[in-house]
């Protein structure tokens, strides 16, 4: 009996139907979870061997590079995979690679710090117990 074939590294990529089940965490707006989240998402990314789409270290051997463009759109759809629908329609824009969205993703979240933590200030500030648990209150 022959022994199966080995899978190439970078074919592995195609065997994820569910990113989901390896990134467990929804990219969220309100959820403070990008470290979080990009942490996941890049060790996920690194064990199937395509980090280079996010970190530009892979790049085409040229113009027409058909398994380079195949394996960054599986990426693309591992990063819209895993945003929340309102993260999804703020940051998204047709074309571009999954290095371009995951700029964009970082640049949404790193240069709203300021912006964001003025807002949940208010929002602690105005924030009412009413019925709510303690628990849910913090």
């Keep these: 009996m022959a022994a199966p074939a080995a899978v190439a590294p970078l074919d592995r990529v195609y065997g994820v139907t569910n990113i989901k089940t390896h990134v467990p965490l ?3 707006l309100d ?5 979080a989240w990009r942490e996941l998402f890049m060790t996920h990314c690194q064990s199937f061997d395509v980090a280079g789409h996010l970190n530009g270290t892979l790049l085409p051997n040229n113009d027409d590079d058909e398994a380079w463009t195949k394996r960054d759109g599986v990426v693309k759809l591992w990063i819209y995979g895993t945003l929340s629908k309102d993260l999804f329609r703020s ?3 047709t074309g571009g690679t999954a290095r371009e969205i995951w700029i964009r993703l970082e640049t949404f979240f790193r240069d709203n710090k300021e912006a964001r ?3 949940l200030d208010h929002k602690l500030r105005t924030q009412e117990i009413g019925d709510l648990t303690i628990h849910a209150y913090c």
């Design 26 to 28: 929804l990219l969220d």
């Design 31 to 35: 959820d403070g979870n990008y470290d």
């Design 91 to 93: 940051t998204f824009k």
């Design 117 to 119: 933590a003025v807002q």
